[in-house]
């Protein structure tokens, strides 16, 4: 069992910025993969950033969001900087974990989402 809870959505004004944080608590041995997807009404969910050892992001928020994790505290960060109205979205936050150490097997976890609304 992991929960997965995302905070600090909100709404703001185009070219500001906002910072979102994923928590994941549980039964985990190690996270192997933390990540962050949206996505937008009538369109089909999209990667926003991912992080393991090095980082990727989407074309679309690349040099304006920024991820990032806390390993002690099992949670993860999106920085987003110069927002657009096209960011408006759901955000979710993706985890894929290890549960134990006699197991190697990956589990995928989902966040509830938090709204992010960017205005013209």
């Known amino acids: 069992q992991v929960q997965v809870v995302e905070s600090g959505g909100g709404l703001v004004q185009a070219g500001g910025s906002l910072r979102l944080s994923c928590a994941a608590s549980g039964s985990i041995f190690s996270i192997n993969v933390m990540g962050w997807y949206r996505q937008a009404p009538g369109k089909q969910r999209e990667l926003v950033a991912t992080i393991t050892s090095s980082t990727k992001y989407g074309d679309s928020v690349k040099g304006r969001f920024t991820i990032s994790r806390d390993n002690a505290k099992n949670t993860v960060y999106l920085q987003m900087s110069s927002l657009k109205p096209e960011d408006t979205a759901v955000y979710y936050c993706?985890?894929?974990?290890?549960?134990?150490?006699?197991?190697?097997?990956?589990?995928?976890?989902w966040g509830q989402g938090t709204q992010v609304t960017v205005s013209s």
């Open positions: 993706n985890v894929v974990v290890r549960s134990s150490s006699w197991s190697a097997d990956e589990y995928e976890y």
